[in-house]
């Protein structure tokens, strides 16, 4: 018997125990009923990426957007059916979601040819590499790419703000995927390069009244709808070199970021050497305990059993009335 060991698993053993009891495969292995992660806009996305991106559609751009368009709609009408024939039942305004996506993805196709200097080699790899005692470590790749230097992994992250991008040389997340892949498939990955997308909508500029380009810098456009509104009115790009430089910037509002860091081979060596020694905790019939704060514990899926548990009260029926063990 193999058990899994999911990246999942490795944040939310470190996150909070308790969590992790309720969750992983090696312990309760629960979900709640309202699967709210398949709500996730996110997920939609993904799929419209996985689309964009598929290897072998990479010369027909345009069978790529219009794949890429189905690929996100068709995830978004299967959370529709869901709710309509299912128990899940809070609002989701899914017209709502389609505009914004469907927005999202056109500004992407305009920014994304220019910065994807590489080549899709494989997409939503799923990989599975032995671990310790019947364990694997199992996960799943965005997408994996090939430049000049070599293979690189793509994560494809959907955010409402871009935070922070300092403590991604620490992400072990990544990291044990380039090992995973270099134990599976032998390939030596250089890196990973997070491909992150803002929620939220660029739009056009504003049209003045004399049939000329509003130059504030304080529109929610892009460089790229910019030109295009400059070229599909006829009017001369050089009027607008300052406006475009700024657009074209940092310094102006970001909708699409990217992000690489590299690994080297200590990082690959250490990063085995804590999926070893979690997994080898984890199936010692580690203690549990909660790890509660403001971080962790907002939004928690299980906060409700969780609250039950610590206060001594009837933690197992909330369990059995709302969540249910998982079957994937
Ligand atoms: S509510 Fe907080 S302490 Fe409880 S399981 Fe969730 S993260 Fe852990």
Known sequence: VTTPIRTSDRSYFKRCRQLWDFTSVLRQNLEPFQRAEALDF????????????????????????????????????????????????????FNEQ???????????????????????????????????????????????????YGYWIVD?????????????????????YAWALRRQLGLEVRGVIYNELRKKLAHPP???????LSVSKSQETTYELYMATIIELGLNPADYDDVLE?????????????????????????VEKRILLEAQEMMDNPAIYPTPSRFNC???????????????????TILSENYQRRTD
């Open 246 to 270: 700024y657009y074209a910037s940092d310094a102006a509002q970001q909708y699409f970021r990217r992000t690489k860091v590299i690994f080297n081979k200590h990082t690959l060596e250490n």
């Open 156 to 176: 494809h992250k959907t955010t409402a703000v871009f935070g922070a991008t300092e403590w991604l040389v620490l992400d072990d997340q990544c990291a044990s």
């Open 206 to 212: 504003t049209v003045l009244k004399n049939g000329t």
């Open 298 to 316: 907002t939004g928690c899926r299980f906060f409700a059993p969780c609250v039950a548990l610590q206060e001594g009260a009837d933690y197992e």
């Open 98 to 148: 389609r505009m914004l996506g469907l927005g999202m993805l056109d500004n992407y196709f305009k920014w994304a040819p220019a910065h994807d200097n590489f080549k899709p080699v494989y997409v939503e790899v799923e990989f599975e590499v032995p671990l310790y005692a019947g364990s694997v470590y199992q996960g799943r790749i965005d997408l994996i790419v090939e430049d000049d």
């Open 42 to 93: 996110g997920t939609a996305i993904h799929a419209a990426l996985e689309c964009y991106y598929d290897p072998e559609a990479w010369p027909d751009v345009d069978a790529r957007e219009k794949a890429a368009i189905m690929g996100f709609l068709g995830a978004i009408q299967k959370v529709e059916k869901l709710v309509v024939e299912g128990p899940l039942d809070f609002e989701i305004d």
